[in-house]
């Protein structure tokens, strides 16, 4: 059974600060690519940021430096942080695993397994 499950979503004024997190099960999780996305109402779902199961990050824009990912491997857990948010960072924001060596890159369909998301909302 493979199961993610996000948490730390929430509403909050601009400026503000969250961190979102991604509880993995049922899988060898260090060995995964894992990555976050979002969809804001209306619109597509995009990439977020992406890190390798050695920790390497990458996201999807590069002046995006308000944006941290993160995992520990020794918890099974993944992390996004956020700061300074935006009204434009309103959105559900899903995390997503990648069993395969390779195909880590911010890419929808790279991603096999998927949660249920955690919904941000900035004001």
């Known amino acids: 059974h493979v199961q993610l499950v996000e948490s730390g979503g929430g509403s909050v004024q601009a400026g503000g600060s969250l961190r979102l997190s991604c509880a993995a099960s049922g899988y060898p999780y260090r060995s995964y690519c894992m990555s976050w996305f979002r969809q804001a109402p209306e619109k597509e779902r995009e990439g977020v940021a992406r890190i390798t199961s050695g920790g390497t990050p990458l996201y999807r824009d590069p002046k995006a430096t308000r944006f941290f990912i993160s995992r520990d491997n020794t918890r099974n857990t993944m992390t996004l942080q956020i700061n300074g948010l935006q009204p434009g960072d309103t959105a559900k924001y899903y995390c997503?695993?990648?069993?395969?060596?390779?195909?880590?890159?911010?890419?929808?369909?790279?991603?096999?397994?998927w949660g249920q998301g955690t919904q941000v909302t900035v004001s």
């Open positions: 997503a695993a990648q069993p395969a060596p390779g195909y880590c890159d911010i890419v929808e369909t790279d991603f096999d397994y």
